[in-house]
């Protein structure tokens, strides 16, 4: 009864360690053990950094009632998008899983800070360039474009696409 619990409980810390954009309980047509060791045959060890992109289709650690999992890929991403769950019996033959996929609270806030300062650097060139004239004012914003243009970019390739491609993944693993 008490590993149960403290499986429980470390369960929970997991989830919180993570900002969820996607979230949903599926009812798959396998078994728990079923799904649980297709899911584990197609998972690395997350530590393991020789095997990117080799051997598994996923990467992170499965156990007995759940897992928690990113893409394989051939390099570091820490902005990479992981998918968390956890697996409940719902007879011999289904399963529901608690699906949910999302980013590491550090990588958020960095991206936030880094947004608010990029907002607050444009605001202040702004100001100060206009009270001298609209036509430096423009010169000076048009520094900032290439800086707006990365964010962008940023947001929508690496972390976007990452998220989109967890999540039709996951999906159509557990469908």
């Known amino acids: 009864m008490r590993i149960q619990e403290a499986i429980r409980i470390e369960h929970k ?3 919180i360690a993570m900002v969820s954009f996607f979230k949903k309980d599926l009812e798959v047509n396998r078994s728990c053990d079923a799904l649980l ?6 998972t690395i060890i997350s530590c393991d950094r020789m095997n990117y992109g080799k051997k598994g289709e996923f990467r992170g650690s499965v156990w007995h009632n759940g897992f928690r999992i990113a893409l394989n890929t051939f390099y570091w991403n820490s902005f990479e998008s992981q998918a ?5 019996s719902c007879g011999d033959s289904q399963c529901v899983v608690h699906l949910s996929i999302g980013i590491h609270p550090l990588v958020l806030i960095i ?10 650097a444009l605001i202040a060139a702004a100001v100060s360039a206009f009270s001298d004239g609209t036509s430096k004012g423009f010169a000076v914003i048009l520094l900032f474009i290439p800086f707006i243009a990365a964010d962008v970019l940023f947001l929508r390739f690496a972390l976007y696409s990452n998220y989109k491609k967890m999540k039709i993944k996951m ?3 557990l469908v």
């Open 37 to 42: 060791s297709e899911l584990s045959a197609s």
């Open 13 to 15: 810390k997991i989830e």
């Open 111 to 120: 991206m936030c800070l880094w947004n608010l300062g990029l907002i607050a």
């Open 171 to 173: 999906l159509e693993y």
């Open 84 to 88: 968390s769950g956890s697996v409940e």
